[in-house]
């Protein structure tokens, strides 16, 4: 059998100049967010819409930016790359919503423990989107094993969806908190925004530090699955970073806008399952077409309409579902009423109360 050992060639349009523009919008950004979020604030939905539209904005136009200067193809890595990321972004504020409310994050506190666990995020994704380039270049069998990886992550959140059951995180049965209480003492109340506060001339952490070392340990979960996903779209290592941070930017904003929505999305885990899935596949076909020429590879188009396909079928089921529930708990409710009803009716007759509470045959 024959086997490909070649190194695989990247290829990429991050220009230094391209890179060191992005990285400083992307940092000029995160200071503005650092600045809005300086003075804790309960959040309005005005301000969470507004920002959202804008974070969603930013990157169409740097879609069609990247269109105009180089063409449809990466153009259309681009948007592919942003849908998945943002797709697996949503489930990354359901987990850090179950975080906000184990901790009971004060809400004025909540936006500023989004963007510490954003720029955690940021970070994370940097350094393993260069060990992912890395990889890559050292042969084609690094997409086996991105596959395997996708693959194996599809199966376990497909495994957890259909197990069902309510969502819950025991904060005393996380490693990262317990080894930050164990080296030092932990206040028993918020202190604004302060990671630690001196408490009888100790240096002592706040429940804000725990829940951002909370956060940043997920971070590490999801750039495990996410960074692979986007290699499964595109090869370019400046496309990854930029769909990776376009689709981290706005997640501040859009965790208030989707707070009520996000418990209300049942069948998400479903579909990112697939998501996950499909593009584990993808990758297995593109390092066999390498092998095998005869064998077929997805195009990038294809996987677009694929993954959209998914997360309107999921979206649209999970509101059908929602809306099944709420008739049937109507409908209970109205039955409950008929009863109560009647045998109020019956016990205005000559009937007994003891004879209309025995149970009806």
Same mark, same amino acid.
């Given at each position: 059998?024959?086997?490909?050992?070649?190194?695989?060639?990247?290829?990429?349009?991050?220009?230094? %100049?391209? %890179?060191? $523009?992005?990285?400083?919008?992307?940092?000029?950004?995160?200071?503005?967010?650092?600045?809005?979020?300086?003075?804790?604030?309960?959040?309005?939905?005005?301000?969470?819409?507004? %920002?959202?539209?804008?974070?969603?904005?930013?990157?169409?136009?740097?879609?069609?930016?990247?269109?105009?200067?180089?063409?449809?193809?990466?153009?259309?890595?681009?948007?592919?790359?942003?849908?998945?990321?943002?797709?697996?972004?949503?489930?990354?504020?359901?987990?850090?919503?179950?975080?906000?409310?184990?901790?009971?994050?004060?809400?004025?506190?909540?936006?500023?423990?989004?963007?510490?666990?954003?720029?955690?995020?940021? =970070?994370?994704?940097?350094?393993?989107?260069?060990?992912?380039?890395?990889?890559?270049?050292?042969?084609?069998?690094?997409?086996?094993?991105?596959? $395997?990886?996708?693959?194996?992550?599809?199966?376990?959140?497909?495994?957890?969806?259909?197990?069902?059951?309510?969502?819950?995180?025991?904060?005393?049965?996380?490693?990262? =908190?317990?080894?930050?209480?164990?080296?030092?003492?932990?206040?028993?109340?918020?202190?604004?925004?302060?990671?630690?506060?001196?408490?009888?001339?100790?240096?002592?952490?706040?429940?804000?530090?725990?829940?951002?070392?909370?956060?940043?340990?997920?971070?590490?979960?999801?750039?495990?699955?996410?960074?692979?996903?986007?290699?499964?779209?595109?090869?370019?290592?400046?496309? =990854?970073?930029?769909?990776?941070?376009?689709?981290? !930017?706005?997640?501040?904003?859009?965790?208030?806008?989707?707070?009520?929505? !996000?418990?209300?999305?049942?069948?998400?885990?479903?579909?990112?399952? !697939?998501?996950?899935?499909?593009?584990?596949?993808?990758?297995?076909?593109?390092?066999?077409?390498?092998? %095998?020429?005869?064998?077929?590879?997805?195009?990038?188009?294809?996987?677009?309409?694929?993954?959209?396909?998914?997360?309107?079928?999921?979206?649209?089921?999970?509101?059908?579902?929602?809306?099944?529930?709420?008739?049937?708990?109507?409908?209970?409710?109205?039955?409950?009423?008929?009863?109560?009803?009647?045998?109020?009716?019956?016990?205005?007759?000559?009937?007994?109360?003891?004879?209309?509470?025995?149970?009806?045959?």
């Amino acid at each position: 059998m024959p086997v490909d050992t070649s190194a695989a060639a990247l290829t990429t349009i991050g220009t230094p %100049w391209l %890179w060191a $523009a992005t990285v400083l919008v992307l940092l000029g950004l995160l200071a503005v967010d650092f600045a809005i979020t300086r003075r804790p604030h309960a959040v309005s939905m005005r301000e969470a819409v507004g %920002w959202t539209v804008f974070y969603l904005a930013l990157p169409v136009a740097f879609g069609f930016f990247v269109w105009w200067r180089f063409g449809g193809t990466p153009a259309v890595e681009f948007f592919t790359g942003y849908v998945v990321e943002k797709s697996l972004s949503v489930d990354n504020l359901f987990v850090f919503m179950l975080l906000l409310a184990a901790f009971a994050v004060p809400a004025q506190l909540a936006q500023r423990v989004l963007l510490y666990g954003i720029v955690g995020a940021l =970070v994370l994704r940097a350094v393993f989107i260069a060990a992912g380039a890395a990889v890559l270049q050292t042969g084609t069998w690094a997409f086996v094993l991105f596959g $395997a990886v996708l693959l194996a992550t599809a199966v376990k959140v497909m495994r957890d969806a259909l197990r069902g059951g309510a969502h819950e995180i025991d904060i005393d049965k996380m490693r990262s =908190v317990r080894m930050l209480r164990r080296f030092m003492p932990v206040t028993d109340e918020y202190n604004g925004s302060k990671l630690t506060v001196r408490r009888a001339g100790v240096r002592t952490l706040t429940p804000m530090a725990l829940v951002v070392a909370a956060v940043f340990m997920t971070d590490v979960v999801f750039a495990v699955d996410s960074v692979p996903a986007v290699y499964g779209v595109t090869e370019d290592p400046y496309l =990854v970073f930029a769909t990776n941070a376009f689709a981290l !930017l706005g997640l501040r904003a859009l965790y208030f806008v989707l707070h009520n929505a !996000l418990s209300s999305l049942r069948y998400l885990n479903h579909g990112l399952a !697939l998501i996950l899935a499909f593009i584990g596949v993808k990758l297995v076909l593109h390092w066999a077409h390498g092998v %095998w020429p005869v064998l077929p590879e997805v195009p990038t188009l294809l996987s677009l309409a694929v993954i959209i396909g998914v997360l309107v079928t999921v979206t649209l089921a999970s509101i059908a579902a929602n809306r099944r529930d709420a008739r049937a708990l109507a409908a209970a409710a109205a039955a409950e009423d008929e009863d109560r009803d009647r045998d109020r009716d019956e016990l205005g007759g000559t009937r007994s109360p003891a004879e209309i509470t025995a149970p009806r045959r």
